[in-house]
């Protein structure tokens, strides 16, 4: 699989496929927990793609049992380790999960459970492990010690993917109307960011303009009274935000990193920007206030290219068969 199968839901008046059915696949997919980023939310989606399609299919949160920020839908069977169990025996747990669960196939989301997937499968057949790898640089970046075993957890894996090889204040002094939201809270040991972000609105005098509503459980009504989306990412693989901007009909201002060019195609779905350059970011978002027309047709076709081609269930069935790959090189 590629960044490209990055998948999200469908909007209020998309239609969904029939389901199809698959034949004999068992499918877990694994993550740290449900209330976290686009990894998180991703690993959900296709949770409830694969289900969709007839495959038998469980989530398997390591830190979070409940699904509660990340999704609607919970039809899907959801497992969590006992609250309050140990780190160092969660290994154990979930190996005994899986002699016990008959999977064909543990699709692991994150670097930080691979190590663990990788050991609770050591000395059994099944599952063959599949491993989507959200933040490569992370690990990269890491020590020593932290590269070998991501080293050794790697070469245990059937398959691996991953990604990807001012402005309010000016706008506002060009004497255009609008109004920003900056959706989405730090985690806990981020709390100065979160701070930091607060602290610039107020000095640059942006309160009536910018809004922080902190975290956004349903983003649905956020994104509908929305026209404009902006990503403004230094590095990036292919964001499940933009694309669920995308999805909203919204026209999106994003920098050409990563393989946000594969949906975000300049002049055509959204406008693409160099990284780092504010003055292109003003002149992007300046044009799509100014010029509705433009909007409206870039989030037209937005929309249109996000059903076509990242909806749930073209990334289920693009998953299923790289489970039968995988199946079928054993």
């Known amino acids: 699989m590629t960044s490209a ?66 999704a609607n839908d919970r039809a899907a069977v959801v497992l969590a380790p006992p609250r309050g169990l140990p780190r160092g025996l ?8 899986l002699s016990r669960l008959r999977l064909d ?18 000395g059994l057949r099944h599952p063959r492990l599949c491993f989507t790898w959200h933040d490569s640089e992370s690990v990269l970046a890491s020590g020593s010690w932290r590269r070998r075993l991501t080293a050794w957890a790697l070469r245990r894996c059937a398959s691996v993917s991953g990604s990807s090889a001012g402005v309010a204040a000016r706008l506002r002094d060009a004497g255009l109307r609008f109004r920003v939201v900056l959706a989405g809270e730090a985690a806990p ?60 009909g919204m026209a999106v201002v994003a920098t050409d990193v990563g393989d946000t060019a594969v949906a975000v195609r300049d002049g055509e779905t959204g406008l693409l920007i160099p990284p780092g350059d504010e003055d292109a970011l003003t002149a ?13 047709r870039l989030g037209h076709a937005a929309r249109e290219l996000v059903l076509r081609e990242f909806s749930v269930e073209v990334m289920a069935r693009r998953a299923l068969a790289e489970y039968r790959a995988v199946l079928e090189s054993a």
């Open 5 to 70: 199968t990055t998948a999200l839901e469908n909007g209020p008046v998309a239609t969904r496929p029939a389901p199809q059915t698959v034949s004999a696949i068992a499918v877990a997919q694994i993550l740290g927990r449900f209330d976290g980023g686009g990894a998180e939310r991703l690993a959900w989606y296709l949770t409830t793609g694969l289900e969709r399609c007839g495959a038998n299919v469980v989530a398997i949160a390591l830190r979070g049992a409940e699904p509660s920020r990340a």
């Open 90 to 97: 969660l290994v154990f747990w979930l190996r005994r999960v």
């Open 105 to 122: 196939v543990l699709h692991c989301h994150g670097a930080n459970a691979l190590p663990l997937c990788a050991t609770a499968l050591v």
């Open 189 to 248: 040991h981020l709390g100065w960011l979160t701070e930091q972000v607060r602290g610039g609105v107020q000095n640059r005098g942006l309160n009536e303009i910018v809004s922080l509503p902190g975290w956004v459980a349903d983003m649905s009504a956020l994104l509908g009274d929305a026209a404009i989306g902006v990503q403004t990412s230094h590095t990036e693989g292919l964001s499940l935000t933009l694309l669920e901007q995308m999805m909203a």
């Open 284 to 296: 992007a978002l300046r044009r799509l206030i100014v010029d509705i027309e433009l909007r409206t």
